[in-house]
């Protein structure tokens, strides 16, 4: 039985149901697919209160945006699965803070440097639109293709 994709229209269909609608996470964080394209992702997070870390300051907690970075990286990555039996694994994800977040909105766009047999590396720009960019990651995950 194959799971391979019919066109890259059904993929990114499928890819975006998964995201938004599947996954409890991102259905807590409100992930809106801005636009998926082989190997980016655009990604929209409306802001919560729930999100602050720094009361005082009353800017995004670095661990979510940290997250929502993983996560916009790894939809990047999924664009080049070819079976949705494929399996992506974070490695390592790195992130620098350029900004705090402000009470606003978050965009995360993410686009493939490099898509090896088993290595996917990932480049993420987390910006508001006031702001401009407030932090920067790379994340590297593991591929395992789907084998019958």
Known sequence: MSLTY???????????????????ANRIFGFEIVELKEGFAKIHVPFKE?????FI???WHGGIIASIADSAAGIAAS?????????????????????????????????????GKRIIKADVKLYQKSKGTVAIARGSFSLLKFEE
Request: proline residues 2%.
């Open 50 to 54: 729930d999100f602050i870390g720094d």
């Open 57 to 59: 300051q009353g800017l």
């Open 6 to 24: 019919e066109n890259d229209q059904q993929k990114w269909d499928i890819i975006k149901m998964a995201i938004e609608q599947h996954m409890p």
């Open 79 to 115: 664009t080049v699965l070819t079976d949705a039996r494929d399996k992506l694994n974070t490695i390592d994800i790195r992130i620098d803070y350029l900004s705090g977040a402000i009470k606003e909105d978050l965009y995360a766009e993410a686009e493939l440097l490099k898509v």
